[in-house]
């Protein structure tokens, strides 16, 4: 590890003019790329890579903090940094996204930026087969793990499965549990996407930083649309798969 870490950096310091922060940017990066770093792995202390590259320690830093702003890193008090672990989420399986954090060890939280109730749009009706005039709730929230916001959803559902906003204290689906009411079926659709100023600002991410939107509606056995949410993750922090079968 040392020797690709030595000689990358003086790959990337002969190619092109910049400053040394970049370059072991980059050094890093490639290093995670190419697997000579793997998920979970600590790096080198910001002592050795000093040492390593003749470095200072704020050139050390300003290259780390870029990474951890990027998500490529994780620094957990007291432990060090390490290569972030990207999330896998399968599309063939019903899941919320606590339940795909916790199943990783990860605690999961959740920052509301608005919810209340208030009257169905015609886009929202149409999902959620609603009349017009009908009462739903609305829940904005910034999904967030190890203090890195991941994801920020736009969740309605209709007042008459779920009364009171203030029923959700995280979890949406823990929620429907404790009600009898948990979704047994979903249809989602998912596109890329590049986060505009308002929702940079919210991620702590550059504006135009790579997304994926995933809407979904959720069903009860009976047929009932119980949720319609709009999501938006970072890029950088999750694969999603599916299964695939010949028929």
């Known amino acids: 590890m040392q020797d690709y870490l030595v000689n990358e950096f003086e ?8 400053p040394a922060y ?29 040492k390593l590259l003749d470095l200072s320690r704020v050139t050390v830093r300003k290259a780390i903090s870029g990474l951890v702003a990027d998500g490529l890193l994780v620094q957990r008090q007291g432990s060090g940094t390490f290569v972030a672990e990207r999330i896998v989420k399968s599309f063939s399986k019903l899941t919320s996204f606590t339940d795909d954090l916790r199943a990783r ?34 829940y904005y929230r910034l999904r967030i ?10 969740t309605v559902v209709p007042q008459t499965v779920l009364a009171d906003p203030s029923l959700v204290e995280n979890s949406l689906y823990e929620t429907f549990q404790k009600m009898g009411l948990r979704p047994t079926r979903a249809l989602q659709r998912l596109r890329a996407i590049a986060f505009d100023a308002e929702q940079a600002r919210l991620m702590n991410l550059p504006e135009g930083s790579p997304g994926l939107f995933i809407e ?3 069903f009860l056995d009976d047929g009932r649309v119980v949720e319609y949410t709009r999501s938006f993750y970072r890029g950088d922090a999750y694969d999603f798969v599916a299964e695939l079968q010949s028929e």
């Open 11 to 18: 790959r990337q310091a002969e190619a092109r003019r910049a």
């Open 22 to 50: 970049q370059h072991l940017r980059r050094t890093l990066q490639h290093a995670i790329e190419n697997g000579e770093l793997t998920p979970g792995q600590a790096l080198p202390s910001e002592r050795e890579l000093t």
């Open 105 to 138: 060890g990860l605690d999961p939280k959740s920052r509301f930026i608005e919810r209340g109730i208030g009257e169905v749009t015609p886009d929202e009706a149409m999902a959620l087969n609603l009349s017009p005039g009908a009462q739903v709730v609305r």
């Open 145 to 154: 793990a190890d203090d890195m916001a991941l994801a920020l959803e736009r």
């Open 216 to 218: 979904r509606r959720t």
